[in-house]
């Protein structure tokens, strides 16, 4: 295949080749290779499309209920104790019950406030007599928590606006999964039909271009990377959006540098980076999500606020939830910051992104 080169400060690799197999393939100054999506969606005008597929997302949330169920066993397992609580209750031991339900509660990082919240509402309602079988008690307290992820949560879609390209801006601490997971939703939104760019915006990280390429050769995507070292990491996303927007891409997923919520430098750097995609697309970024550790539990909370006081996170990636037993935590960040869940990561392969269905993680903690 032909390549040409030009004297862009950017680079766009199109289903770029293993470095392994091309060990000139960072000494190159500029690459063009064209691509095609596997299919293309129906759908007429840009309003349609984005609605189309946030429609075939949510339906896929539904449909994929079992990897939610199993990717959250481990929260189920500590809430088990629940059943046994409430198999042989009688008013006569409502407090010792409840105490214990509060302490499984915590233990799965519900956290104190919700946990309270939670137990003194089903306290109330089993003296007033409105509760008076087990089974009743555990109705009332999954309704609770569904109620407290959809008041404050119930934007679980993406919204990706009415024109195109949509952006998508990816943002979190180092380690937290996010790269993985901006790769995981590439390969959801191209299966989905969506035509997809990357912009390997972290330019802070000398090996995250590269993990990023690698997604972009196993999904089948194109990348726009900097070419130069040390570039900003405002004018890498900003000419992957001039990109996509000229080049007719349907979503533009930005990934960017991982940071410390309190090193304010960095974070100053995500303003700038919001800033030099809206001058592009007006609007833009569409979503902002965070990624966050789902292994941290309640520890998540400051980074969250800090990130989200900086940038205006939209939506959250909660990760890691399938070798945790702190799934609680979900509730807890809703709660807390009324920011909406869009996916949760249960698992290693690249179907294990699942968009958020709050009925089916409450009954997959609550079975």
Known sequence: M????????LSLFSNPQSKLSNPQFLNLPSTIRPTTSRFKCSATGQTGFFTK?????????????????SGFSKTRDNLAVIDELLLYWNLADTDRVLDELEEALLVSDFGPKITIKIVESLREDILAGKLKSGPEIKDALKKSVLELLTNKGSK????????KPAVVMIVGVNGGGKTTSLGKL????????????????????????????????????????????????????????????????????CDTSGRLHTNYSLMEELIACKKAVSKVVSGAPNEILQVLDGTTGLNMLPQAREFNDVVGVTGLILTK????ARGGCVVSVVDELGIPVKFVGVGESLEDLQPFDAEAFVDAIFS
């Open 2 to 9: 032909a390549v040409t080169s030009s004297s862009s400060s």
């Open 53 to 69: 597929l946030g429609r075939l997302i949510k339906e896929k949330a539904k449909s994929d209920v079992e990897k939610i169920f």
């Open 156 to 163: 679980t879609e993406l919204q990706l606006g009415f024109r």
């Open 186 to 253: 590439a390969h959801r939104l191209k299966n989905e039909g969506a035509k997809i760019l990357l912009a390997a915006g972290d330019t802070f990280r000398a090996a995250a271009s590269d993990q990023l390429e690698i997604w972009a050769e196993r999904t089948g995507c194109e990348i726009v990377v900097a070419e130069k070292e040390k570039a900003k990491a405002a004018s890498v996303l900003s000419q992957a959006v001039k990109k996509g927007k000229e080049e007719g891409y349907d979503i533009v997923l």
């Open 321 to 324: 939830l399938d070798g945790s």
